[in-house]
């Protein structure tokens, strides 16, 4: 039987052509589990005063798992994409899903708190956040709620590798929950797969770079398939 491994997600980097990590013994990972489960929240300064004005609150998020090679955004990015999400919501009962970015969740939620917005996550610390978490593994596409699909005016995604066979998964996904021809799809992923996500999703890469809290070498794109004009640094022109 083949030795299960932990798939790195949320927010992540890594190609699943990597080096294999370290393993730890049994012993080790459940000493590890329980001083994770100990850590307290990390708090990033948010600007939000009940529609997104500055106030300096905070935004409460969980600590990174290592083993799940999870990297947040920095505070910049996070509100910059929880107000572009804002942004392209035409009403209230408009749907929004982040694919596998826990910290954008975190980011809308607080800055905009009335905003539906649905977490798709492999990590199940995140059932915490309710009725709005829902388990996702990329290699099951489409194994989400029959309510889901067809649903999301906006959709966001942060494929868990950097390889062809898991933006092609993540693809699959999108296109499962995005409405044909009217949703909003923002997808943050390296720069590397910039022709891939042109011919899967037809999206173009904008000015603004994606950053980390934990500073990171691979360079970091935002693609977008809608025209976003004079926000996110607007859609670069092909030279």
Avoid at 42 to 63: F, I, P, R, Y
Wanted: with cysteine.
């Amino acid at each position: 039987m083949e030795e299960e491994q932990v798939k790195p997600q949320n927010d992540t980097v890594f190609t699943e052509d990597d080096d294999d990590p370290p393993t730890l013994s049994l012993h080790t990972l459940a000493a590890l589990q329980e001083f994770l489960q100990q850590q307290p929240i990390t708090d990033q300064t948010a600007q939000t005063d009940g529609e997104g004005s500055e106030t300096g609150e905070k935004v409460a998020l969980l600590a990174e798992d290592w083993r799940l090679s999870q990297f947040w955004y920095d505070q910049l990015t996070a509100e910059t994409v929880a107000n572009e999400v804002h942004a392209l919501l035409s009403n209230p009962s408009s749907l929004a899903v982040c694919i596998a970015c826990p910290t954008l969740y975190a980011y809308i939620k607080k800055i905009y708190p009335s905003v539906n917005v649905q977490l798709l996550e492999y990590d199940k610390r995140f059932e915490q956040y309710g009725s709005d978490f829902t388990f996702y593994d990329y290699k099951k596409p489409e194994d989400l709620p029959d309510q889901f699909k067809h649903a999301f005016q906006v959709v966001v995604a942060d494929p868990p590798y950097l390889s062809q066979e898991c933006l092609e998964k993540v693809a699959q996904t999108i296109s499962f929950l995005a409405i044909p021809g009217k949703s909003y799809v923002l997808l943050l992923t390296g720069d590397v797969q910039k022709d891939r996500a042109a011919e899967l999703l037809g999206l173009h890469s904008c000015g603004f770079r994606p950053q980390h809290s934990s500073k990171l070498g691979n360079e970091f794109r935002l693609f977008t398939n809608y025209d976003p004009g004079m926000r996110l640094g607007g859609w670069e022109l092909e030279k």
